[in-house]
């Protein structure tokens, strides 16, 4: 392998390059943009564009194209050539300042949620300076992001670049209250682990369910899954490795700081982990990855597996957001300091948190909701559907001592005083660790483990950053106004955990004890995205987002439609994909194959009078009477989804889908799967589950 410090980033128009390449002064105009959102004016755009075109021309790139994150939740590019045409029909190769800011693709054909009428096509696409750009097959990629002509958002970063300046803005003012004259911004930070399957491709290419839906929706479970726990952490395969080790390189030439793998729980199961970054640019590379990682996988023969549950009886995917907030100085705010105003002002971020996702488990809940991800909440391999949090022991007991005035210390029986105290050392050991939880502290950083595989981490953090921003805000007009700074802050922090301290569960989250317990704590279970997703437009929320200015009740319920629309399309395609493979696939092959049990039987008794056919009658006895039974399911769940309904709105219709086709699928599956247990492997028309998962 070549040197990886000189292939880090080789991709990647990046901090290093723009100050080899650029002008000082464009330099310095641009890195001011960078830093403090300051607009670039169009002479600065053009020699930053015009330098940007050289240097991917030299790195084989032909085209440019704006790359962003529209609400279909993948990417999005549409890529124009640097050709210009000069005399004597010939070319240069040509790219402008206003080419690199501004773009204007036809958005009449990305998810709006009835923000934009169709006559008014129009959007555009902004550079994003914060995130580098890079080349990719020959393209220039440049990080913008996608509005409708009236300026809203119809993507996942606008949001999420407007919630990081809110969080900034609010944590700023708590940090001068604390005497903090060095930083000059807050940055959120994010690190996302990624889960994945990897599969044969060939193996996957014989499966309609995985080609149409992205999970199997039929399949018997096999003799071995996940029992022996033998996969986790495991010796990885030599197929596995080889794909795992491109894949590092690929990633490591776009600068993304990939830095950890291994084998999962659930057989063919891998997690990649990224070094964490500003939550901006962790978004946009979280998006790469997912893309690069299908992509290698096609050269090594096998399939990337994104969905959040791929195969039923086993685990699923996720994705785990780890989260803090630092300043630009590298102040880390979530890091316990050794010094009492330190530890004062850690514990204020702790109690602005703590009320955030107390009052907010609502937006946390729909920041990961989807039909996919509705199949692992609660599912005992995920964190439930109630969204709570882990503290660990040692903090908790700081908090019920600053609550109630008791011994924090068990050996030294002192009590917390706000502003005058040192923190113990927190444990970061895995000892310490719940992996039950949704949201746990880890030491200096939470992780949010709700996210499903698939998704764009922008959404979980718009929510994050902005609740969080909400908290800080109510904090800081109260101890702006107060006379005697360590007094209110006390009573702030104090107040907080009494009234926020029912959102703190140390204990096992996959437990039925903890489903009733947050029931009596007063806590939301929302278990399906139809149930979560209503929340999303309560007047609470539209006037929180308004006020942070990070969408417009307009955006809003462009989002909620949006999010159930693609709720009910994905389970719509699901039941079509079913009945197609039933009435195809699966109902023939019962068919053939209890023709040929029949021919046996008649063959024998032609031979043979008096001999038993006893198995033959047995098993065509069985499987007929499944067979006519898939076949009525199937029909039935036809008929729910062929025509399509008209519904008084889309929540309407996607309690239909989750209430109605949904189970329907799933009485479905429970007879096909009985079937393919009794069928002859020969006569089965798919992969087994056993094929599938140790087939690499
Ligand atoms: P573990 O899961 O064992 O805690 P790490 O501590 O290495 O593993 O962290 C897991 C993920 O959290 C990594 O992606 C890491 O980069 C990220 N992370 C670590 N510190 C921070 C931070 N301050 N902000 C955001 N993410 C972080
Ligand atoms: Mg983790």
């Given at each position: 392998?070549?040197?990886?410090?000189?292939?880090?980033?080789?991709?990647?128009?990046?901090?290093?390059?723009?100050?080899?390449?650029?002008?000082?002064?464009?330099?310095?105009?641009?890195?001011?943009?960078?830093?403090?959102?300051?607009?670039?004016?169009?002479?600065?755009?053009?020699?930053?564009?015009?330098?940007?075109?050289?240097?991917?021309?030299?790195?084989?790139?032909?085209?440019?194209?704006?790359?962003?994150?529209?609400?279909?939740?993948?990417?999005?590019?549409?890529?124009?050539?640097?050709?210009?045409?000069?005399?004597?029909?010939?070319?240069?190769?040509?790219?402008?300042?206003?080419?690199?800011?501004?773009?204007?693709?036809?958005?009449?054909?990305?998810?709006?949620?009835?923000?934009?009428?169709?006559?008014?096509?129009?959007?555009?696409?902004?550079?994003?300076?914060?995130?580098?750009?890079?080349?990719?097959?020959?393209?220039?990629?440049?990080?913008?992001?996608?509005?409708?002509?009236?300026?809203?958002?119809?993507?996942?970063?606008?949001?999420?670049?407007?919630?990081?300046?809110?969080?900034?803005?609010?944590?700023?003012?708590?940090?001068?209250?604390?005497?903090?004259?060095?930083?000059?911004?807050?940055?959120?930070?994010?690190?996302?682990?990624?889960?994945?399957?990897?599969?044969?491709?060939?193996?996957?290419?014989?499966?309609?369910?995985?080609?149409?839906?992205?999970?199997?929706?039929?399949?018997?479970?096999?003799?071995?899954?996940?029992?022996?726990?033998?996969?986790?952490?495991?010796?990885?395969?030599?197929?596995?490795?080889?794909?795992?080790?491109?894949?590092?390189?690929?990633?490591?030439?776009?600068?993304?700081?990939?830095?950890?793998?291994?084998?999962?729980?659930?057989?063919?199961?891998?997690?990649?982990?990224?070094?964490?970054?500003?939550?901006?640019?962790?978004?946009?590379?979280?998006?790469?990855?997912?893309?690069?990682?299908?992509?290698?996988?096609?050269?090594?023969?096998?399939?990337?597996?994104?969905?959040?549950?791929?195969?039923?009886?086993?685990?699923?995917?996720?994705?785990?957001?780890?989260?803090?907030?630092?300043?630009?100085?590298?102040?880390?705010?979530?890091?316990?300091?050794?010094?009492?105003?330190?530890?004062?002002?850690?514990?204020?971020?702790?109690?602005?948190?703590?009320?955030?996702?107390?009052?907010?488990?609502?937006?946390?809940?729909?920041?990961?909701?989807?039909?996919?991800?509705?199949?692992?909440?609660?599912?005992?391999?995920?964190?439930?559907?109630?969204?709570?949090?882990?503290?660990?022991?040692?903090?908790?007991?700081?908090?019920?001592?600053?609550?109630?005035?008791?011994?924090?210390?068990?050996?030294?029986?002192?009590?917390?005083?706000?502003?005058?105290?040192?923190?113990?050392?927190?444990?970061?050991?895995?000892?310490?660790?719940?992996?039950?939880?949704?949201?746990?502290f880890t030491g200096n950083k939470f992780e949010f483990r709700m996210l499903g595989s698939t998704v764009s981490i922008a959404c979980a953090n718009i929510m994050l950053n902005t609740i969080i921003a909400d908290a800080l805000c109510t904090f800081a007009d109260e101890l702006e106004k107060a006379d005697d700074f360590?007094?209110?802050?006390?009573?702030?922090?104090?107040?907080?955990?009494?009234?926020?301290?029912?959102?703190?569960?140390?204990?096992?989250?996959?437990?039925?004890?903890?489903?009733?317990?947050?029931?009596?704590?007063?806590?939301?279970?929302?278990?399906?995205?139809?149930?979560?997703?209503?929340?999303?437009?309560?007047?609470?929320?539209?006037?929180?987002?308004?006020?942070?200015?990070?969408?417009?009740?307009?955006?809003?319920?462009?989002?909620?439609?949006?999010?159930?629309?693609?709720?009910?399309?994905?389970?719509?395609?699901?039941?079509?994909?079913?009945?197609?493979?039933?009435?195809?696939?699966?109902?023939?092959?019962?068919?053939?194959?209890?023709?040929?049990?029949?021919?046996e039987a008649i063959n024998k008794k032609q031979l043979c009078a008096d001999i038993s056919c006893e198995l033959e009658e047995s098993l065509l006895k069985k499987l007929s009477n499944l067979s006519a039974d898939l076949y009525k399911k199937t029909l039935v769940l036809e008929d729910s989804v062929v025509p399509e309904?008209?519904?008084?709105?889309?929540?309407?219709?996607?309690?239909?889908?989750?209430?109605?086709?949904?189970?329907?699928?799933?009485?479905?599956?429970?007879?096909?799967?009985?079937?393919?247990?009794?069928?002859?492997?020969?006569?089965?028309?798919?992969?087994?589950?056993?094929?599938?998962?140790?087939?690499?």
């Open positions: 392998m070549s040197n990886i410090p000189e292939m880090f980033g080789s991709m990647v128009f990046n901090d290093t390059v723009m100050k080899e390449r650029l002008p000082k002064d464009t330099y310095k105009a641009l890195r001011k943009t960078r830093e403090q959102g300051k607009p670039l004016d169009s002479q600065v755009a053009n020699v930053v564009a015009n330098t940007m075109k050289d240097w991917a021309v030299e790195k084989g790139a032909t085209h440019f194209t704006h790359w962003f994150q529209p609400m279909t939740g993948i990417t999005a590019e549409k890529h124009d050539s640097f050709i210009y045409p000069v005399e004597n029909g010939k070319v240069i190769m040509e790219f402008s300042g206003k080419e690199l800011i501004k773009g204007e693709p036809d958005a009449s054909s990305f998810p709006s949620g009835g923000l934009r009428a169709t006559f008014e096509a129009r959007g555009y696409t902004a550079w994003d300076p914060t995130s580098n750009a890079f080349i990719k097959d020959g393209s220039l990629c440049i990080p913008t992001a996608f509005c409708s002509y009236g300026g809203e958002a119809l993507d996942k970063k606008t949001p999420l670049l407007r919630s990081m300046d809110a969080i900034d803005k609010q944590a700023m003012r708590i940090l001068k209250l604390f005497g903090n004259t060095e930083a000059h911004r807050v940055i959120t930070t994010v690190g996302p682990e990624q889960e994945y399957f990897l599969i044969d491709k060939a193996m996957y290419e014989k499966r309609k369910d995985l080609i149409y839906t992205g999970r199997t929706l039929f399949g018997a479970k096999p003799p071995k899954g996940q029992e022996l726990e033998d996969h986790y952490f495991g010796v990885i395969k030599p197929r596995v490795s080889a794909y795992m080790k491109e894949l590092d390189e690929e990633l490591w030439k776009l600068g993304i700081f990939a830095k950890t793998k291994h084998n999962e729980v659930a057989p063919s199961q891998h997690e990649l982990a990224p070094i964490f970054t500003t939550s901006n640019v962790a978004s946009d590379q979280n998006q790469l990855t997912m893309e690069i990682m299908k992509k290698v996988a096609t050269k090594h023969g096998l399939t990337c597996l994104l969905h959040e549950k791929p195969f039923a009886g086993i685990n699923g995917s996720g994705k785990h957001n780890n989260w803090s907030v630092s300043t630009d100085t590298g102040v880390n705010l979530l890091e316990p300091g050794d010094s009492p105003r330190e530890n004062a002002q850690f514990l204020l971020f702790l109690s602005a948190i703590i009320k955030a996702v107390d009052e907010h488990q609502d937006l946390l809940r729909i920041s990961v909701a989807s039909a996919g991800n509705d199949h692992r909440l609660g599912a005992n391999e995920a964190p439930p559907a109630i969204v709570s949090m882990f503290i660990g022991d040692e903090l908790s007991s700081v908090l019920k001592s600053i609550e109630d005035g008791s011994s924090y210390k068990q050996q030294d029986k002192v009590s917390m005083t706000i502003g005058s105290d040192v923190l113990p050392a927190f444990p970061k050991d895995s000892t310490d660790r719940n992996r039950t939880s949704p949201f746990a360590n007094a209110k802050l006390a009573e702030v922090i104090k107040n907080t955990i009494k009234d926020h301290s029912r959102i703190i569960f140390n204990g096992n989250n996959y437990s039925d004890e903890w489903v009733k317990e947050a029931e009596k704590r007063g806590l939301l279970n929302l278990r399906s995205t139809a149930d979560a997703l209503p929340y999303y437009i309560s007047d609470a929320n539209i006037a929180l987002f308004e006020k942070y200015s990070v969408l417009t009740k307009t955006e809003v319920y462009s989002r909620y439609e949006i999010q159930l629309e693609n709720y009910c399309k994905q389970i719509h395609i699901e039941a079509l994909t079913m009945v197609d493979m039933v009435k195809k696939d699966i109902i023939p092959a019962a068919c053939s194959y209890m023709k040929d049990i029949s021919k309904k008209e519904f008084k709105d889309v929540l309407e219709q996607a309690k239909f889908y989750r209430n109605t086709v949904f189970v329907q699928m799933e009485e479905t599956r429970v007879v096909a799967d009985e079937i393919e247990s009794l069928v002859g492997e020969k006569y089965w028309p798919y992969p087994t589950y056993g094929d599938l998962l140790f087939s690499v």
